[in-house]
């Protein structure tokens, strides 16, 4: 298996422009995961997602952040519009949730570097 | 509020030392709890850890959960300077993960 897959890798972009990050899981696992993490805030969760559909969004920092989930095999986060502060690195994980909610280990992606002029 | 706490935040210590660190929660409905070693990369996965009193091992690396005290430690014996990294603790409640800000380990050769 290839892991979880993010791209891209690497995006810079202009404050006020949208941002598109994507996430492929790793096939059979149910539950899927974004995090930001800054040197200043640490690892954050952002929303969390179970069989595609959203579960826990506490951790989006305003409506300027959207995600969606659309089958089991792809995720976006979406930023718009972008701002400086949006930067830093963002993680999808994903895990296999058995029934009664015991979570397995989260397998993280590479990550994308956002950097927001 | 749910919160992990890892101590100390940051260690340097020479190549051959052994370190502690440090894993402290306040969660309801614990799970497991989990660590992971990160470089300049994404975190992977170290150890999982759901019973008391039970040492899981891989090599030089080591950790136990106390249940009752509400804390866990990663041990690592013999450091080398490839275990420089930040160690992170993280906490199952449920469906949800709580991560500590994490410990900075540096070895010196």
């Known amino acids: 298996d290839a892991g979880v897959i993010q791209s891209p890798r690497h995006e810079v972009t202009e404050m006020g422009q949208e941002v598109t990050l994507r996430c492929k899981p790793i096939?059979?696992?149910?539950?899927l995961f974004w995090y930001r993490q800054t040197m200043m805030r640490g690892l954050e969760l952002l929303i969390y997602f179970n069989n595609n559909v959203p579960i826990d969004d506490s951790g989006m920092p305003e409506d300027r952040f959207s995600a969606k989930m659309p089958n089991a095999s792809f995720s976006t986060l979406k930023i718009q519009p972008s701002e400086p502060r949006d930067s830093a690195v963002y993680f999808c994980a994903s895990s296999l949730i058995a029934t009664g909610g015991i979570a397995d280990t989260q397998y993280f992606g590479p990550g994308t570097r956002l950097t927001v002029l | 509020e749910d919160k992990v706490v890892q101590s100390p935040l940051s260690l340097v210590v020479h190549e051959g030392d052994t370190v502690t660190l440090n894993c402290s929660y306040e969660?309801?409905?614990?799970?497991?709890l989990l660590w992971y070693k990160q470089e300049k990369k994404a975190p992977t996965f170290l150890f999982m850890l759901?019973?008391?009193?039970i040492e899981k091992k891989s090599g030089r690396l080591s950790s136990i959960l106390d249940k009752k005290e509400l804390f866990s430690i990663l041990n690592i014996t013999a450091t080398q300077t490839g275990d420089s990294a930040v160690y992170l603790c993280a906490v199952v409640t449920g469906n949800q993960f709580y991560f500590g800000t994490g410990t900075s380990l540096t070895v010196i050769p």
């Open positions: 969660v309801t409905n614990f799970r497991s």
């Open positions: 096939s059979g696992h149910n539950s």
């Open positions: 759901t019973s008391s009193g």
